[in-house]
């Protein structure tokens, strides 16, 4: 919420031009290969409210359905097939939680230079039926109407209630981390 007088500018997330993946990190027979799948997340729409001057008021707030996402490791379709409905039917459970939620508003935020800004968000991750805290700092361009925000941040699937799995006949077990990363655009609406 914008303090009185203040008016932050709204954007919205061009999923077209955006970035935003899962890594998973593999224990296993198939780990000695260095096996760890990258995730994509397919389908999501966000809105971000910031202000140059007022960082401290910027916010995200970010829908994902969660049976959008995609294995986009080079592995043989029937590997890729089962890790995706491993993901969608035992681990995320789409059917039940089909949308995963993250609303945050900015704790601080400093300057990097022209147009270049550091923010340090706080907010909340519903997923698989559970909200949690999550912390989240993101490097911030703005130029003209665009916004351009990119980052990483980890979870653990156990905080969330999400079973550990594994896939490829027990070969690949994936660990409680994940590690996400952004790189999104956002521009003013017309």
Known sequence: MAA???AVTHYRIDRSVSRFTVRAFSGGVLSVMGHNPTIAI???SG???FDP???ELASLHLRIRADSLEVTDDIKSKDRKEMESTMNEK??????YPEI???GT???GESLGEGRYRIKMNGNLSLHGVTRSLPIVAQVAK???MLRAYGEFSINQSDHGIPLVSVAGGALKIKDELKFAFDMVARKPE
């Open 143 to 145: 130029n003209g109407d």
């Open 91 to 96: 681990v995320l459970e789409s059917s039940k």
């Open 53 to 55: 001057d007022h960082l």
């Open 42 to 44: 397919r389908s999501y």
């Open 106 to 108: 900015a704790t601080s």
């Open 101 to 103: 939620v993250f609303e």
């Open 4 to 6: 009185p007088g203040v």
């Open 47 to 49: 809105e971000v409210d």
